[in-house]
């Protein structure tokens, strides 16, 4: 009676399978740790882009109808949320200020800074040491006022 025995090198066998298993739980926490900063990347970069079109539009609006008498802060602030769909924004979170002092005159600039945080969608970045709890992003936009 002869007995087959698998080669050690061969495809296959035990010890490679093995070497498979360690190599995945090796490479796998970062390919997570990539994958998971791709994502949080790319939602704090929408975050981002439209909350300097919430500033954006916000200033355009004061900037063009400052001295309409149906004109309030209240407006373009309602401006600012409706210009920002895929960002829960409230208009407490839009600041309207003038470079000239309190009132949009001539030749003088609206300033609107608009400032958003949000929890991480995943969660990880809150569990390395020194990462803050939340996402804090904040955008500017200044235009002269008269348009």
Wanted: charged share 15%; glycine share 10%; with cysteine.
């Amino acid at each position: 009676m002869t007995r087959r025995r698998r080669a050690a090198g061969r495809p296959g066998s035990l010890k490679e399978k093995g070497a498979v298993a360690v190599e995945f739980a090796l490479v796998l926490p970062i390919f997570l740790v990539l994958v998971l900063g791709i994502v949080e990347f790319s939602r704090a970069f929408n975050i981002q882009v439209s909350l300097s079109e919430a500033a954006r539009e916000t200033a355009r609006y004061t900037a063009i109808h400052y001295a309409d008498a149906s004109f309030s802060t209240a407006t373009a602030q309602g401006v600012g949320v409706s210009a920002a769909p895929s960002v829960a924004l409230a208009p407490g979170n839009i600041n309207i200020s003038y470079s000239g002092g309190s009132a949009c005159a001539a030749g003088d600039s609206v300033i609107v800074t608009v400032n958003f945080a949000t929890p991480y969608m995943t969660g990880f970045p809150a569990l390395i040491p020194g990462m803050p709890a939340s996402l804090n992003i904040s955008s500017k936009g200044v235009m002269r006022c008269g348009g």
